[in-house]
Each structure stands twice: as C-alpha cells, then as structure tokens.
C-alpha cells in the first residue's frame, strides 16, 4: 500500500469513515425490491472498501481489468456477472442493473460515469470525479440532463466534526471570512521508469482506457495499479488526491461555486521520473456572492502547515483547513477543529447542532435512489469541487495565471492552459456521445 493510500486509511479511521458495513443496525432482512442492483467498476483498493458499504444490495455485476484483484469481490458476489472491459459492461448488461459504483484511476471516471448517465444509471464515483476540467463539466451538465442519484467518493464529508465546523463558520461567530487556508502534507511516492511498456499478466491497454500510448514500465511495485496518480497521465499528483477531501469542508461551509482567479507556483525536488511536483501552492479567487464576501483559498501541498516555507505551522494540525475570519480563527482537519486564539475561544458562542448525523455517505446514495432523499456530495456540488481543484493543476501545468469564466468554461487571459483542461483521447474513448 502507498505512503498516500495509508495516509487515507488513517485519516478514514480517524472518522469511522471506515466503519463496519451497512448491514450493522438493521434490524431485519430487506426483501429484494428495497434494495439497489450495482455494477461495481473496480474492485480492489477503494473499489473493495467502498463494496464493504454497499455489500447489502444486489451485486449483479463486477468490472475490473486485472482478475486476480477481483477475486476477492467475486468470492463475496459469485453470481455477479464479471467484466474486464467496462464498455463490454455496459454494452451487454446494462439492462440487470439500476447504478454503479466506479472506483477505478481518476483517468478512468470519466468514461464510464458518462456512459452509465447516459444509460439513466445512478452513479457513485471516487473523488477527483475525473482527470480533467473539461470532463468534470461534461459529467456536470449530464447529471442535469439525466437527473440521475449521484455522489462523489468524499468520505469525510459525512463525519460529525465538518458538520460541526459548517455550523460554527456559518454561525457568523468567527465574523466575515475572507481568507482560507488548505494545506496537506503528502508527498509523491518516488518511481523510475524502467521500460517503454509495463508487461503485466492483464490487458494493459484495458487499464489505459482513453490515455493514448503504452503504459510504461517503473520499478514500483505493483505496477500501474498503485502510485499511478503521481504522474499526470493518469492522475493529479497530492491535489487530485486530497483536494476535494480537504477543500470539501471550506466549499460547504462558504458555499462556494467556482473560482475566477487561479495561481499557481511549485517543484519537484524529490529523486524520480514521476511528472506531479511534491511542493505545490495554489492561490484561489471567488468572486463575492449575495451576502458573502470574496473569498481567497490556499492550498499548499508537501508543507505541514499553511506556507510553502514550512515556516507556519500548526501543533496537532499537519494536514488541515483555517479559517480566518474578523472575529477570530477556526482549524480544522478530518477529524478535529479548534477556535483560535484561546481568548476568543473562551468566549465563542458555539451553535446549535442544525447539521443532521448522516446516515453514512453510501447510504444517502442508496437512500437517494430507493426514496429521492438528497446526497450531499452529488455532482452538482462536487463538480464544481472538483473542477477547482483541476483548474488548479491546469495553473501549474501552463505556468500561467488562468483568469476563468465559469459560465463559459474558459480561460479568458491566455491559451497556454487549454492542453491542461482537456484531454487527447485514444481512438474509441471519446466522451462525446
């Protein structure tokens, strides 16, 4: 397992994110028709973790390109119909199933969410939602179109302590906030390419899906199917991984949209052939809207506090969200805030509980589609989440400042972040239905 995925397993636990199955407190077995039939795209890793939390439906059908790390799965649901080819998925079996959960590398969300949204699926999809600006305003403007039930892998987003954090920035006691910031220490697993195509005992053009060229060889191991989102081609370095996690509680909490203004400065110091860098900041512009103020956000990756120095730092906030308001400050990361400094602290009214306990961030999805309850992280609210934190890697990529129309979904200032904000695909994956 990677330093980053390890990472995410503790912050997880930290949250009870990883907690036992839906299966604890029901009191009864649900007859058939109360439950959901899924196709599961992606079974080990995040695929096998997010199965734990729907294991109570109907698996009718598992897709993963490698077998062997679908064993698993298939031991679990032995009359689930299995796939390695995602297109042959939705191509011959469409019609068993009613949603489907896709927890493949973010190179791989955008396909197969279009597809199952144009098929009238519902959808639950791992954060980033998908690897480019483009794609994520595509799959936006399809779950407008199909109304579909969606939601973004965002775990975190059910724990109690962002619950808590919304009520306490939302309850005007910090003042008017103007300024936030976002920081998480993770850096990229190093890896040297060893050879122009990995030999790997799958379809290794299957796992490429729509990234045109081969999959090239590294010495890490277990090869592409870990550290892949450290190298652009497939993923978004520490920010495609963490961003929508973190950045998640100040989107909520602010209600944020989309931003105007990015920035962004980094490097790459460490010693590989990965592409994403281990020191990034990115600066954020939202315009004012209604009664909330412009809002600037930071993001800092590789730096444990809120400066790409390392030199502002938090005791017991290594990874974190502040923020800063005219009254005072709040920090906060998945499972902890604080109020800033002791004195107003000491005199912060804190609110009421409003934020209802969440019935678990699978469960409002399958809630959602069994009885048209709400999801919190839909793709309307996470696209958008997801989005900024794409526009962000376009800024650091192009080494340009992007001036944004978010009605348009264009850079308005400069043309050298366009080949950053979409993506040539391999002949056959084109998204464009």
Sequence with gaps: MSRSAMSRRRFLAATGALAASPTLGLSRPRPAAEKVNIALIGADGRGWENLQEIRTENIVAICDVDESRAAKARALFPKAAFFTDYRKLFDSAAKTFDA???????????????????????VYCEKPLTHTVEEARLIRKLTADTKRVTQMGTQIHAGENYRRVVEAVQGGGLGEIRRVKVWCNNAPVPGKKTGPRARVKFDIDLWAGPVPGDVFATNMPNWP??????????GNGSLGDFGCHFMDLPYWALNLTLPTKIMAEGKKTYVGDNTTPNLLQVDYEFPAVGDRPAVHMTWYTGVKGPSLDGKETYPGYTSGVLFEGEKGKLISDYSKHKLLPDDFAKTFATPAKSIPKSVGHHREWLNAILHGTPTTCNFAYSGQLAESVLLGAAAYRSGKEIVWDPAAGKATNTTEANRYLAEEYRKGWDLKG
């Design 100 to 122: 489907v959960l896709i927890a493949t590398p973010d190179h791989s969300h955008a396909y197969p969410t279009a597809t199952a949204l144009r098929l009238g699926k519902h």
């Design 225 to 234: 199917h870990f550290h892949w989102r450290y190298w652009w081609a497939y």
